[in-house]
């Protein structure tokens, strides 16, 4: 017996339908969530009334899309915490039938339907074909059974579904890596087979369902799902070359090609954040464009990381990563070879620091973390320790003008001058002192010097 419970929000806008004579059920993911005893923010409904109709029954309500779907703005009480509302949206379908898709994306005729069946027929899979009206399960499909059984399933024909939307077939490895699923052996036989068809969507509905992916507890059964399914030659190509390209040589610790050491990598990675195990996942990416073996075998890779920040760079943009995103993902690309030696110098540390950023430091550590488990090293060694600890001291000097305890305004007090080049002058000795160590950063000291300076009329 499979019990639904629905939070009060969600039974308001059933008995709303209800109320006004028409049909009415929870549909998809809130369902499934449910089944599973996830939290669910998102719910989806479907109705016999039309979009005008739904207009007319709830306040708070919009329609400005030719699918359909009405949405209703609800404050939810959050399911993530005891207390609290979230500011959702909920989405009224009309009962539909879809006619066409020649983009692989939308279809290209809508026609209201009459049943819930009709509906529920068009949707993508048997896990999310599932209504439920607050007092029975409509399960058509077998969609209970599979969410036991652990199958991602195809409605029906998995060939004719994927040529429906492409999307869908990401989407299917998205769940199976979300809930650790597997998916039916002829629904991912009809995903290698159509895998060609991801090429028609759009970077932006690729990289949703590739960061969530990515945001899963084993983001590297979801890369190997792709490549198992054929369509990580078409989301990732440049990921896809490098399986097959030999690392085993002669001065070489990596015993693995460079695909499966960057999927050893990123599931050894520590980090939680989708763009640093992103950036785990294609930090070795420039070794196929430069890869060199010598009369000695000796395999080499010079300059990959370089190479590797252009290509990571086309695939931001091909995703339409936020710049943010995109400035992280190549930063951490480009310098994820930095050198990790107990004689390095001060100054050495201070310029891997500005190329990086302060505030990606940790990203960059969760990065080497699994590149030195994925190239089977332990996860840490004596000199990788000591080297956090000279980054830590480091840090504690300041990185430009602005860190020093004093601004412009002491420099302008101290000398009785307006502002001027000559104020950025003196700063610039005052941190030119403190870096070299001859000068602590603490105020008083700092204007001491300044006054030195103003009365040896240095400057």
């Excluded at 920040?309 to 995703?319: E, F, K, M, P």
């Excluded at 930063?331 to 302060?358: M, P, Y």
């Excluded at 332990?378 to 956090?388: A, C, F, H, I, M």
Aim: charge should be positive; glycine fraction near 6%; charged fraction near 30%.
């Amino acid at each position: 017996m499979t019990t639904i419970i629905l939070p009060e929000e969600v039974q308001n806008i059933l008995h709303t339908l209800k109320r006004a004579g028409f049909e009415g059920f929870v549909v998809g993911g809130g369902i499934r969530n449910a089944i599973l005893h996830k939290p669910t923010v998102n719910w989806d409904f479907t109705t016999n009334a039309k979009p005008q109709e739904i207009l007319t029954l709830f306040k708070n309500s919009f329609y400005n899309n030719t699918f359909g779907t009405v949405g209703v703005a609800v404050q939810l009480k959050n399911p993530f915490k005891k207390s609290g509302k979230l500011s959702v949206i909920f989405e009224i379908t009309t009962y539909r039938s879809e006619f066409g898709y020649s983009d692989h994306r939308h279809p290209d005729k809508i026609v209201w339907g009459e049943t819930l069946d009709e509906d529920l027929k068009r949707r993508d899979f048997t896990m999310n074909a599932l209504a439920f009206d607050g007092v029975r399960i409509v399960d058509l499909f077998g969609g209970i059974k599979d969410i036991k059984k652990k199958i991602v399933r195809a409605v029906g024909d998995g060939q004719a579904r994927f040529a429906e939307d492409a999307l869908r077939m990401v989407r299917a490895v998205r769940f199976a890596t979300e809930y650790s699923f597997t998916i039916d052996p002829d629904t991912s036989s009809a995903i290698s087979k159509n895998a060609a068809l991801i090429a028609s969507i759009s970077g932006e509905r690729i990289r949703e369902e590739l960061i969530k992916i990515l945001s899963s507890d084993f983001p590297s059964d979801g890369i190997r799902l792709l490549k198992n399914t054929g369509l990580l030659s078409f989301i990732l190509p440049e990921l896809e070359k490098c399986f097959g390209i030999e690392q085993k040589s002669p001065k070489r610790h990596h015993v693995h090609d460079v695909g499966t050491h960057l999927l050893l990598s990123l599931s050894h990675c520590p980090s939680k954040d989708p763009i640093v195990r992103l950036a785990t996942l294609l930090h070795d990416v420039g070794k196929p464009a430069t890869f060199q073996k010598t009369d000695e075998g000796i395999i080499t890779f010079y300059n990959h990381e370089i190479i590797g920040a252009s290509i990571v760079r086309h695939i931001a943009d091909r995703l339409h990563l936020s710049k943010n995103e995109r400035e992280k993902l190549v930063t951490l690309v480009r310098f994820h070879q930095f050198t990790v030696d107990e004689k390095q110098t001060d100054s050495a540390i201070r310029r891997f620091i500005r190329n990086i950023g302060k505030e990606n430091i940790d990203d960059m550590l969760a990065l080497r973390t699994g590149d030195r488990l994925g190239g089977g090293a332990r996860q840490t060694s004596w000199r990788l320790e000591l080297y956090k600890k000279r980054l830590e001291d480091v840090q504690k000097q300041p990185f430009t003008v602005s860190d020093l305890k004093v601004d412009g305004h002491d420099v302008m007090k101290v000398f009785d001058i307006s502002p001027g080049p000559k104020v950025g002058k003196i700063l610039e000795m005052l941190f030119t002192q403190v870096v070299e160590g001859k000068l602590k950063n603490e105020k008083e000291l700092l204007l001491e010097k300044i006054s030195e300076f103003s009365e040896k009329k240095i400057v």
